[in-house]
């Protein structure tokens, strides 16, 4: 703690204040509602910038850019994610993960009207000019993945990358660990594979193999080949869901 906030301190009361302006970076992490600079009632910050710092660049990174969690900032993934998958996921969460629901009706902090600043804000970082003639594989699954045709599909497209097994490789971490698959969704993984993770320099489904893109149905393979590598009793002796005491 440097001088400037020791002497701001000692002239403030009362701890009610400081605790304002000083919301802890843990409550912010973790999807808090945090403070306006300004003091602005929580409800009443409809910013689109700091709403998206306070709430989710803790795991997005900056700017969407990816951090612990999946780059939003990213052409392909707002190419294949809906307004509606954004809002939803954003407002009720992803049950399992770390992924947590920030609308009020949901338990969390924010406003409806906060969730729409947020979705509008993450949809301006789109670049749709970047698709005309390119064929997108759908967000969700349209046809179910079969796991054995999948580790076919991961041997070719996934482990020069990640390793015979998954179990990581010279150019990318382990895929197939318990505890990463445990708290992971199905849909997540999916995403990965279509959308990629550019800040961290994972292609997307067109870069796996230089040329050769995955059909709708590889990708639906592969992605099945590792849910099926997914403990049956994740995680122990790690909580099986975050919200979990041990
Ligand atoms: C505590 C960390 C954390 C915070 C804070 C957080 N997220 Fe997430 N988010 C995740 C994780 C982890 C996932 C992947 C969940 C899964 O496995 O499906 C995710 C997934 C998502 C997805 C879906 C990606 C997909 O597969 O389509 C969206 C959209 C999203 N988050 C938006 C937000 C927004 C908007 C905020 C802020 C209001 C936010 N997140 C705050 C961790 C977080
Ligand atoms: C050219 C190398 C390369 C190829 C090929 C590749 N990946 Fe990746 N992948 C990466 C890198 C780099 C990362 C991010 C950093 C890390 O996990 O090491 C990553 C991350 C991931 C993640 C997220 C891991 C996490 O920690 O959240 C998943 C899931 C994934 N890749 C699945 C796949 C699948 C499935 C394939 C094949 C269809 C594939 N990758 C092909 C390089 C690659």
């Known amino acids: 703690m440097n001088s400037r906030y020791f002497t701001i301190g000692f002239w403030l009361t009362s701890a009610a ?21 300004e003091a602005l009632p929580p409800e009443e910050v409809l910013d689109f910038n700091t709403l998206f710092n306070q709430n989710c660049a803790g795991c997005h990174g900056a700017e969407g850019k990816g951090a612990a969690a999946i780059t939003l900032h990213n052409p392909v993934y707002l190419a294949i994610a809906s307004d509606d998958v954004i809002r939803q996921v954003a407002s009720r969460g992803v049950p399992g993960t770390p992924m947590t629901a920030f609308a009020k009706s949901a338990g969390g902090q924010l406003t409806n009207r906060q969730i729409d600043v947020i979705v509008g804000g993450i949809r301006s970082w789109a670049r749709p000019d970047q698709f005309t003639g390119v064929s997108l594989p759908p967000y969700k699954a349209d046809t179910p993945g079969n796991p054995h045709s999948g580790a076919a599909v991961y041997v070719k497209f996934c482990a020069s990358c990640h390793g015979a097994n998954g179990e990581g490789g010279p150019k990318a971490s382990a895929i197939v660990a318990g505890s990463y698959l445990a708290l992971v969704s199905d849909q997540n993984l999916r995403t990965i594979v279509i959308a990629g993770w550019p800040s961290i320099n994972a292609p997307d489904w067109r870069g796996d193999v230089p040329d050769n893109p995955l059909s709708p149905q590889q990708i639906s393979d592969v992605v099945a080949w590792l849910v099926a590598q997914r403990p049956q009793f994740p995680g122990q002796p790690y909580p099986s869901r975050p919200d979990e005491k041990l």
């Not at 400081?18 to 808090?32: D, E, H, I, N, Y």
């Open 17 to 37: 204040v400081v605790a304002a302006l000083f919301p802890s970076g843990c409550s912010r992490t973790l999807g808090g509602p945090g403070k306006a600079p």
